[in-house]
């Protein structure tokens, strides 16, 4: 793929409370395995497999 050309990540917003979030792709048969991230004092995590952002909400 050239990086010209690609899509920016999903942002998916997250209550701020959360400490930890999954991530399957979204995409069904088409998606990724389930991963766990934990925010971990971090305001947001990007998947390690789809680039998804998962960012907490300030308010």
Not at 30 to 42: A, C
């Amino acid at each position: 793929m050239n990086p010209l050309n690609a899509l920016p990540p999903e942002i998916i917003y997250i209550d701020p409370h959360a400490d930890e979030v999954a991530c399957d792709g979204g995409g069904g048969a088409l998606g990724h395995p389930k991963v766990w991230y934990s925010f971990d004092g971090q305001a947001q995590i990007e998947c390690g497999y789809c680039d998804r952002l998962f960012i907490k909400r300030t308010h």
